[in-house]
C-alpha cells in the first residue's frame, strides 16, 4: 500500500503565516496540480476565522477531485463547524501525554481525555465522515516515558470507535530518525490500524523522522510546503518526496518535477523566502569549490545528486571565487588558449573576486575576460555557467492603475522572487534574477505595464 502525502501548509503552515483566502486558493490550486490528492485545512473559528475565508478554498479543492480534511479540536463545537461543509473527512485531535494532561488540560485524567476523543470520533462517523483521523497529540513523549502498550491499546480503541487511521505526531520534536523508526516499527508489530506521521522540526529532522516511518509502513505521511508550521515547523514536502522517490524508488503519487516551480511560486505569492539551505534554494545548485568544478563543468553528477539534476536544475551554476577552478574557465573561454593564459586569467578573477567580497558579478567577470583577452563573451552563454545577475527593480505607478492587480500578475513570473508594496518614491518593489534574453522579465515589464508605469529603476548587484 503506498503512502499518502497529505499537506497541510494551508493549516499547519498558517501557524507560521496566515494567508488570505485568494492566495490560499492559488496554493490550493497548485498542489492539486500537481497530484497532491489529500490536502487538510482548519476549520472555521468564528468570528478569528469564518466561513467565506474557508468556501473559497474548498470550492477550488473540490472542483479540482482532491480529498479535503477538515482539522480540528475533540469538541462538538468543531464537529458542528465540520459538518456544515460537504468535506470527505475530518482530523480530531486530543493530548494524551500526562505533561499535556496536566498543564495544557487542567489535571485532565487519561481516561476521560481519551474518552472524549473516542466519542467525537463516534459522533464525526455517525455525520457520515468517510475518513476520520484521531490524533493522540504529544504521543511520542509517551513512547519516550512509557513504551508503546498505552498508544496500541487507544488506537484499538479509536479504530472500534470509528477511526479510519491514527495520528501519532511528535508534537515537541523529540525523536531522531532512530527513534522515529523504532517507535512506528514498534506500534506496527503491535497494531495494524492504519497510521499518520506528523513530525516537528525542533532538532531539523521532522522530513528525515518523516521518511523513515514511511519506510516503516505509515499509511499518510504529513508535510507542508518549506515545511512552514508552529515554531520551526514540520516535514518538508520537498524533502519527503525527493526523498521517497529518488533515494528509495517510492512513487509518491506527487509530480515529483514540478515541486521547484511549485516553491518558486509559493514564495513569490506569500513573500516566505527559500533559506539558503534548502535543497532547492539558487545557493543549493552552486558549486564553489575549484576542484569540484574542474569536474562538474564534464560530470556535474559527481557533485550534484542525478535527481536533483534530473527534476529540479538542468545544470549547475559557478561562483566565481578566489576558489575558482582554471577547467571551469577554460570552458567559459572556449577553449584554444595555452595553459598558461588560463591560469593567469584565473588568478586574475580570483584576485578582484577576494577584493570583492569574494565573488563575482557576471558583468565584472565579463569585463574583466574582455579586457584581458579581447574576448567579448555573450551574457547569454556566461548565464549557463552563472545564474542571471539579480535585479531589484523600483516602480513608480500612475495612480490610476491598481497596484494590487499589478502585484498578483508579477508574483506569477518565473524569474520574479519577490514583490512588495511600499510607500515613498516607488510603489512596488521587485525582486528577481534578470536574464539577457529579449524577453527577460524587465523587458516584458516595460511591456505590458508601460503606460501605467511613471517611473522605473532597475538596480543590479555588484
Request: aromatic residues 6%; neutral net charge.
Amino acid at each position: 500500500m503506498r503512502t499518502v502525502i497529505l499537506d497541510t501548509t494551508l493549516r499547519e503552515g498558517e501557524l507560521f503565516r496566515m494567508f488570505g483566502s485568494d492566495v490560499k486558493a492559488q496554493i490550493a490550486g497548485r498542489l492539486a496540480e500537481i497530484g497532491v490528492g489529500r490536502i487538510e485545512l482548519t476549520v472555521d473559528y468564528p468570528p478569528r476565522t469564518t466561513e467565506s475565508d474557508l468556501r473559497p478554498v474548498l470550492d477550488e479543492l473540490r472542483r479540482r477531485g482532491v480529498e479535503v480534511i477538515l482539522h480540528g479540536r475533540a469538541y462538538d463545537e468543531d464537529l458542528k463547524s465540520m459538518a456544515k461543509y460537504e468535506v470527505q473527512g475530518c482530523a480530531l485531535y486530543m493530548s494524551l501525554s500526562q505533561l499535556h494532561l496536566e498543564y495544557k488540560l487542567h489535571g485532565l485524567s487519561y481516561e476521560k481525555a481519551l474518552g472524549r476523543l473516542l466519542e467525537s470520533v463516534e459522533k464525526a462517523r455517525a455525520m457520515g465522515f468517510r475518513y476520520v483521523r484521531a490524533t493522540l497529540e504529544d504521543v511520542s513523549r509517551i513512547y519516550l516515558s512509557e513504551g508503546v502498550d498505552k498508544i496500541v491499546d487507544a488506537a484499538e480503541r479509536l479504530r472500534k470507535a470509528g477511526a479510519t487511521i491514527v495520528s501519532i505526531p511528535d508534537t515537541a520534536g523529540l525523536l531522531s530518525p532512530r527513534m522515529a523508526s523504532e517507535m512506528v516499527r514498534a506500534i506496527k508489530n503491535r497494531t495494524d490500524v492504519p497510521l499518520a506521521a506528523h513530525f516537528h522540526n525542533d532538532y531539523g529532522m521532522a522530513s528525515a523522522n518523516t521518511v523513515e516511518a514511511v519506510l516503516e509502513g505509515v499509511e499518510e505521511a504529513h508535510v507542508s510546503i518549506m515545511g512552514i508550521g508552529d515554531r520551526n515547523g514540520i516535514a518538508d514536502l520537498y524533502e519527503v518526496v525527493s526523498t521517497l522517490e529518488d533515494i528509495h524508488g517510492l512513487k509518491t503519487g506527487v509530480e515529483r518535477g514540478s515541486l521547484r516551480a511549485l516553491y518558486q511560486f509559493f514564495a513569490r505569492i506569500t513573500g516566505v523566502k527559500l533559506h539558503w539551505r534548502h535543497p532547492l534554494s539558487e545557493e543549493a545548485r552552486t558549486i564553489r569549490a575549484g576542484v569540484h568544478q574542474a569536474m562538474a563543468v564534464k560530470k556535474p553528477e559527481g557533485y550534484m545528486p542525478e535527481g536533483k539534476l534530473r527534476h529540479d536544475f538542468i545544470a549547475p551554476t559557478y561562483n566565481l571565487s578566489p576558489y575558482v577552478s582554471h577547467r571551469l574557465v577554460s570552458t567559459i573561454l572556449g577553449g584554444g588558449r595555452s595553459d598558461e593564459e588560463v591560469r593567469r586569467i584565473t588568478n586574475l578573477l580570483a584576485e578582484v573576486a577576494k577584493a570583492n567580497s569574494g565573488v563575482l558579478s557576471m558583468a565584472k567577470a565579463r569585463e574583466l575576460i574582455k579586457r584581458e583577452t579581447g574576448l567579448d563573451i555573450e551574457p547569454s552563454y556566461l548565464e549557463k555557467f552563472m545564474a542571471g545577475e539579480r535585479v531589484y527593480v523600483l516602480a513608480k505607478l500612475n495612480p490610476r492603475f491598481p497596484a494590487d492587480e499589478i502585484v498578483r500578475d508579477l508574483r506569477r513570473w518565473d524569474e520574479v522572487e519577490s514583490v512588495d508594496e511600499v510607500y515613498g518614491d516607488a510603489d512596488i518593489v521587485i525582486t528577481g534574477r534578470m536574464s539577457y534574453s529579449s524577453d527577460n522579465f524587465v523587458n516584458r515589464l516595460k511591456q505590458k505595464y508601460g503606460s501605467a508605469l511613471e517611473n522605473l529603476k532597475v538596480l543590479m548587484t555588484d
